[in-house]
């Protein structure tokens, strides 16, 4: 307790007293540009890791970065999405997850947890499509890579949940918000963001390199960070002629050279991206 003391002094004396104006305007209101929904976890700084000044981030923080489907649960996390999405008109979310996540691996014992922690396991719960998917489809995998797959697949099980708010699927549909999934590794600092175009986490910095902006204006391909942005998603999943619904079908032939340059810093292999498409796409 003396050092967070300690911290508050120093905080006054030296970065509040440097930013006054700004203080002065945050407290008259707030107008956070992004939406961030990640765990608990002390090790996760959202603010610290994106570097945003106070007043840019508006933060949702639970175990395992979950939202439960809308009507699931009166809990905050649905009250918090509903305000920052229609009160503060906020048009970007982030749900990030990350590595080691202590949460994640609860839902991989979940029966362990009853006894122990019943409270954790009832809120885990929540995070039971994701906790399915994996055991269904990820068979042959375990130990910290079954955890890797888990954290990732999370993302998007809870990128799926939250479109199932009402105010959030009305602005996807007016093309007023977009949705992102990260993964941040807490030993690298490295942050991967999920790929709507590849199916696969890609790292950050190659969605805005130099190299990947000149590729853009030449008319390649440019990797898109957007994990969920309802008119794209629609568009690929439009109904086909008999009526049904037409599923996407992988990409033809070689990919493109910058493609094939980013296959190989993927964070999860060909294959596990393939089944994370499979698997947490919108159906």
């Known amino acids: 307790m003396k050092k967070l003391v300690r911290g508050l002094r120093e905080f006054r004396d030296t970065y509040f007293s440097t930013h006054r104006e700004l203080f002065e305007q945050l407290s008259h209101k707030q107008k956070p540009r992004v939406l961030f929904i990640t765990c608990s976890d002390s090790r996760i700084d959202p603010t610290l890791i994106t570097q945003a000044a106070p007043g840019e981030l508006f933060v949702v923080r639970n175990?395992?970065?979950i939202i439960p489907p809308f009507g699931?649960?009166?809990?905050?996390?649905?009250a918090a999405v509903e305000y920052a999405i229609h009160a503060l008109n906020i048009e970007q979310i982030v749900v990030c997850g990350h590595s080691h996540c202590g949460a994640m691996k609860g839902l991989l014992q979940l029966g362990k947890l009853e006894e122990d922690m019943p409270l954790v396991y009832d809120w885990l719960r929540h995070a039971e499509a994701t906790r399915r998917l994996v055991k269904e489809n990820y068979e042959e995998y375990e130990g910290e890579e079954l955890l890797e797959i888990t954290?990732?697949?999370?993302?998007?099980?809870?990128?799926?949940?939250?479109?199932?708010?009402?105010?959030?699927?009305?602005?996807?549909?007016?093309?007023?918000l977009k949705i992102y999934g990260w993964v941040y590794h807490i030993e690298t600092g490295e942050v991967f963001a999920y790929d709507a175009v590849d199916h696969t986490y890609v790292p950050l910095p190659q969605f805005f390199s130099e190299e990947q902006e000149g590729t853009a204006q030449a008319g390649?391909?440019?990797?898109?960070?957007?994990?969920?942005?309802?008119?794209?998603?629609?568009?690929?999943?439009r109904s086909s002629e008999n009526g049904q619904s037409a599923q996407p079908k992988p990409?033809?032939?070689?990919?493109d050279p910058g493609v094939q340059e980013l296959a190989t810093e993927f964070w999860l292999s060909t294959e596990q991206a393939e089944r994370i498409y499979r698997g947490s796409s919108h159906k």
């Open 63 to 65: 175990a395992g970065n």
């Open 72 to 78: 699931a649960t009166n809990g905050g996390e649905g």
């Open 151 to 176: 954290i990732a697949e999370n993302v998007l099980t809870q990128i799926e949940n939250l479109q199932t708010y009402p105010v959030v699927h009305s602005r996807l549909y007016q093309g007023r």
């Open 220 to 237: 390649g391909r440019f990797p898109s960070p957007v994990a969920c942005e309802l008119p794209q998603r629609f568009n690929n999943h």
């Open 251 to 255: 990409a033809q032939g070689t990919p």
